[in-house]
C-alpha cells in the first residue's frame, strides 16, 4: 500500500511539474529527490543504485550545462531537423507570411481564451452600409430572373449590368477619395449574401471585383500615380477587371505559372521605352470575357539585365488594357451552366511599359507575395457569404415546402427522416453564417487571417454541398424538375464551383489548414526553423538550443493539460456556467488534445508529415470544426444567448465535436508510430472515446425551427432577399405557409368529426360543407382551409414545357 502511494505521489509531482512547465533544474532536482529516496529505502540493497547514479549525473550535467548540451545534443538534432524538414521555396515563404494569426493561434496552441473571444465588439453596419443594402441591393434583386437569366439570356440583361456599374456594385472595396463606398468586409458580405439568395450568376459577377483583382492589388501595393489612374476607372464600372492567374498547367499549383514577361525595349503608343513583352495562356477567368483590364500573373525575366542583376525577378503583377493587339479574349466557359462570365484569355508578344506593373519598380518579383496576402483576406468573404446566402434561401424555402407537401395525410416535415433532413439544413446554415460573421468581424477588426481563410472558404463550400444535396432529397420531383419555380437546383448545380475555385477543397483540407496552420501557429515550429537557417551557426544553434528546450516544455505541459481535461471531461471552466460550459470544456479539452497530436505528429514523422495528406487532412477537420464551433459559441453570446436558438446552438455545438472526436479516431488508427498514437489516446480520451452527436430530440427542435414562422427562424434566415408578391416561387410558399398552418386546426376539426362518425369521409368539397352544416366548423373556418389547399396545390406545382418531339 505505502508503495502504491509513493508511486501515486510521484506520479502527481510529475503531472504538475510538466503542467507548469518546470525547468531543467527543477527536473534534475526532482529527480535526485526520488533517486536518494529509492536509494535510502533501498537499503541494504545498494546494487542496482550504483548503475542508475552515474547514468543520472551525467545526463544532469549534461542537459544543464549549456556548452554540454549543445555539442552532445542540440546541434545533432538541429542536423536531424534540417534533413527532416524539407526546404522552403521563396514562394512557400510569402504563402507562410501571408495574413495574420489570430483566433486559430489560439485554438493550436491548446489553450483558446475565451473571454477574449467573446469580448470581441460586434460589428454592426453604419447607416450608408444599411440603405446600400436596403435600397440599391433589394433593388438589383427585383431586377433579376434566375431562369431567364440562365435558360434565355445566358447572361447578365444589359440593364442589370449598367444597374451594377452605375451603382458601384464593383467599387464596394474602393475608398471614397477614389469613387467608391468603401465598405466594410461585413457590408460586402452582406450584400453577397442577399445577392447569392437571388441569383447565382449575379453574385458571383459582383464579388469577383471586390476580392482578389486589379483594385485589391492596387490599393495595397499600387504606387499613388496607379490608384488615380485606375480606382476610379474602376469604381465607375467605365473599366471592368478580371485576374488572370490559373493556367493549364498551373492550376493548384498556381506557383509554377508558366505565363513569361521579357523585359526589353518595345514601342508603346508610339513611344520607344522599357516594359515587358508578354505571353500568357489562362483559363478559368471570371468575368474574363468581358473584361476590359486584364490583372495578370507571370513569371518576369530580365536576360538583357534592364532592370538590374538579377536575371530572373520571379512572379510578377501587371495591368494589362484588353484592347491590346496580340490578346485573345472574349470566349466562354460554361461553369455548370451557372451564366456568369467565365472565358479563357491569351496574349502573344503583347507589350506594357514598366508602368504597368502593379507596384511599378518596387513590385517587380514581389506578385506571389501580393497574391497570398489578398488571398488571405478575399477569400475569407466571397465564398462563404455567397454559400450561406444560398443556404438561408434553401434553409427558408424547403422548411416552407416540407410544412406545406403532405403525404400519408401529414406535413412531409412531420416525417423523421425529412426532419433529419431539415435539421442538417438548419444546423449547417446556422454554422455557416456564425462562421462568416466571426470572420468578418475578424477582417473588420484589422485581422487578415490567412489560416481561417482557408478554414471557412473550405467548410462554408462543403457545407452548402451538404444543404444542397439535402435540399433536393427533400423537395424529390419539385427538386430535379428545372424551371422558373425551382428555388433549390441552381444551388445544387453551382455547389461545385465554390468547392472549386480560390483554392480547390481537397488541396485546402489536405495540405494548406493544417500544414500552413502548424508553421504560422505554432508557438515555436517557424522560429525553430529560422533558427536552423541562419548562417551564423553558433547564434542559430544557441537559438535553437533554447527554442528546443521551450518546445520541449510546452509538449509536457500540454500532454498534462490533455491527460487532466480528459480524465475530468473538461473542468475547469472559468466565468461559466449552465450549456455553454459543458460545451466550452469539451472544446478546450479537444483543442488541447490537437496541439499535442500536432506535436506527436511533427516529431515522429518530421518532413513525411507534409506528404501524408490522411493525417494532415484529420487535423485539419479538428481546427477547422474547433473554429466552427467557436463561431457558433460566439454568435450566441453576441445575440444574448436567446432560448429559442439553443436548439441549433446545441445541434451546432454537438455536430462539431462528433466531427473533432471522428478526426482523433482517424489519427489515432493511421498515425504511423503507434507507440505514438497509443500515448494520444491514453491523453486524449483516457476513460474512452464518448458517443457524441445530436441526438434525435435535438434534430427534431431544429427541424421545427424552419417548419413555421418564428423569431429564431427570422434570425437564421436574415439578411437574404425575400420577394413578396405572389408570382414570385418565394413569396408563394410564404404566403401559402401562413394559410396552411392557419388551416391545420380547422382541418383537425374535421378529421375528429369523421373519426367520431358525425360526418362521412370524402372529396374536401364535401367535407366541407358537410361539416358547415353540421355547424363543425363555420362558414370563415371552411374559407380558409380552401384558400389553403387551393394555394397549397398552387405551391407545389411543378414546371412543364411543350414537348419538343413531334408526334
Excluded at 495574413?99 to 470581441?120: A, H
Excluded at 507589350?351 to 506578385?367: N, S, Y
Aim: contains cysteine; glycine residues 10%.
Amino acid at each position: 500500500m505505502k508503495f502504491l502511494l509513493a508511486i501515486l505521489a510521484v506520479s502527481v509531482m510529475v503531472w504538475f511539474l510538466a503542467f507548469f512547465r518546470a525547468r531543467l533544474p527543477i527536473w534534475s532536482a526532482f529527480l535526485a529527490i526520488i533517486l536518494a529516496a529509492g536509494t535510502y529505502f533501498s537499503a541494504p540493497h545498494y546494487g542496482p543504485w550504483w548503475f542508475i547514479w552515474p547514468l543520472f549525473i551525467a545526463g544532469a550535467v549534461i542537459l544543464n550545462v549549456s556548452q554540454l548540451r549543445l555539442f552532445l545534443i542540440t546541434r545533432p538534432i538541429s542536423a536531424l531537423f534540417r534533413r527532416m524538414l524539407p526546404p522552403i521555396s521563396r514562394t512557400e515563404r510569402e504563402a507562410l507570411e501571408a495574413g495574420t494569426v489570430w483566433w486559430d493561434g489560439e485554438l493550436f496552441q491548446g489553450s483558446p481564451d475565451w473571454e477574449r473571444l467573446l469580448s470581441l465588439p460586434e460589428t454592426r453596419l453604419t447607416a450608408e452600409e444599411d440603405a446600400f443594402v436596403a435600397g440599391p441591393v433589394d433593388d438589383l434583386c427585383r431586377m433579376l430572373d434566375d431562369w431567364r437569366i440562365t435558360e434565355e439570356f445566358r447572361d447578365l440583361p444589359p440593364d442589370v449590368w449598367r444597374f451594377i456599374r452605375e451603382k458601384g456594385f464593383f467599387a464596394m472595396i474602393i475608398p471614397k477619395e477614389y469613387g467608391g463606398l468603401e465598405f466594410s468586409a461585413s457590408a460586402n458580405s452582406r450584400v453577397i449574401m442577399k445577392i447569392a439568395s437571388r441569383c447565382y450568376a449575379a453574385a458571383v459577377t459582383i464579388m469577383v471585383p471586390n476580392s482578389l483583382g486589379p483594385a485589391e492589388l492596387l490599393l495595397r501595393y499600387g504606387s499613388e500615380a496607379q490608384k488615380r489612374y485606375y480606382l476610379p476607372r474602376l469604381a465607375s464600372g467605365e473599366e471592368i477587371p478580371c485576374f488572370a492567374l490559373t493556367a493549364p498547367e498551373a492550376g493548384s499549383d498556381a506557383a509554377a505559372i508558366p505565363d513569361t514577361g521579357i523585359v526589353c525595349r518595345g514601342l508603346f503608343n508610339g513611344e520607344e521605352c522599357v516594359g515587358v513583352r508578354l505571353n500568357w495562356d489562362k483559363r478559368y477567368i471570371t468575368l474574363g470575357p468581358v473584361a476590359t483590364l486584364i490583372g495578370l500573373a507571370f513569371r518576369l525575366y530580365d536576360p538583357e539585365h534592364l532592370l538590374g542583376d538579377d536575371g530572373e525577378p520571379g512572379i510578377t503583377l501587371a495591368m494589362v488594357p484588353a484592347s491590346l493587339a496580340g490578346i485573345t479574349i472574349g470566349s466562354r466557359h460554361d461553369p455548370l451552366g451557372v451564366r456568369f462570365q467565365n472565358g479563357p484569355n491569351r496574349g502573344k508578344d503583347v507589350f506594357v511599359p514598366l508602368d504597368r506593373i502593379v507596384g511599378e519598380k518596387e513590385g517587380i518579383g514581389q506578385g506571389w507575395r501580393m497574391l497570398m496576402e489578398c488571398l488571405a483576406a478575399g477569400r475569407s468573404i466571397s465564398l462563404p457569404a455567397l454559400s450561406t446566402g444560398q443556404a438561408k434561401m434553401a434553409a427558408r424555402a424547403v422548411g416552407a415546402y416540407a410544412r406545406i407537401r403532405r403525404q400519408f395525410r401529414l406535413p412531409i416535415g412531420r416525417f423523421e427522416g425529412i426532419g433529419e433532413a431539415l435539421a442538417r439544413i438548419a444546423g449547417n446554415t446556422y454554422l455557416m453564417d456564425s462562421a462568416r460573421s466571426m470572420t468578418c468581424a475578424a477582417l473588420d477588426g484589422g485581422q487578415s487571417p490567412s489560416v481561417v481563410s482557408a478554414i471557412v472558404k473550405y467548410h462554408c463550400t462543403e457545407m452548402m454541398r451538404s444543404v444542397a444535396n439535402d435540399s433536393m432529397d427533400v423537395m424529390g420531383g419539385r427538386g430535379i424538375s428545372l424551371g422558373p419555380r425551382n428555388l433549390v437546383a441552381r444551388f445544387h448545380q453551382g455547389a461545385p464551383i465554390g468547392i472549386t475555385v480560390e483554392g480547390a477543397n481537397i488541396l485546402t483540407r489536405s495540405m494548406i489548414i493544417f500544414g500552413q496552420g502548424l508553421v504560422r501557429c505554432h508557438p515555436y515550429l517557424l522560429k525553430e526553423m529560422e533558427a536552423i537557417a541562419d548562417t551564423d551557426r553558433k547564434r542559430g544553434s544557441k537559438e535553437f538550443d533554447r527554442l528546443l528546450g521551450e518546445h520541449a516544455r510546452f509538449v509536457l505541459s500540454n500532454a498534462a493539460r490533455t491527460f487532466f481535461l480528459g480524465l475530468s471531461r473538461g473542468y475547469p471552466v472559468r466565468g461559466e456556467s449552465g450549456m455553454l460550459s459543458r460545451y466550452i470544456r469539451a472544446a478546450n479539452r479537444f483543442s488541447a488534445g490537437f496541439s499535442l497530436a500536432a506535436d506527436m505528429a511533427l516529431l515522429t514523422m518530421g518532413g513525411k508529415l507534409k506528404r501524408a495528406e490522411g493525417i494532415s487532412g484529420r487535423l485539419a477537420d479538428i481546427l477547422g470544426h474547433l473554429y466552427l464551433f467557436s463561431a457558433v459559441i460566439m454568435r450566441f453570446d453576441g445575440e444574448g444567448r436567446p432560448q429559442d436558438e439553443l436548439p441549433l446552438v446545441r445541434w451546432g455545438c454537438e455536430d462539431c465535436l462528433e466531427r473533432i472526436r471522428e478526426g482523433f479516431a482517424g489519427i489515432l488508427k493511421n498515425l504511423p508510430f503507434r507507440p505514438a498514437a497509443w500515448f494520444l489516446k491514453l491523453c486524449i480520451f483516457p476513460l474512452g472515446r464518448p458517443l457524441g452527436g445530436a441526438d434525435d430530440s435535438i434534430s427534431r427542435q431544429v427541424a421545427d425551427i424552419i417548419l413555421e414562422p418564428s423569431p429564431a427562424r427570422e434570425r437564421l434566415t436574415s439578411g437574404i432577399y425575400l420577394p413578396t408578391g405572389l408570382d414570385e416561387p418565394m413569396g408563394q410558399l410564404e404566403d401559402t405557409l401562413v394559410k396552411v398552418i392557419e388551416a391545420e386546426p380547422v382541418e383537425q376539426k374535421l378529421r375528429d368529426a369523421v373519426r367520431e362518425g358525425r360526418i362521412a369521409k370524402g372529396s374536401e368539397v364535401e367535407m366541407l360543407e358537410e361539416g358547415v352544416k353540421r355547424g363543425i366548423i363555420s362558414e370563415d373556418e371552411a374559407r380558409i382551409v380552401w384558400s389553403a389547399s387551393q394555394a397549397r396545390r398552387e405551391a407545389i406545382r411543378v414546371d412543364d414545357f411543350p414537348s419538343l418531339v413531334r408526334q
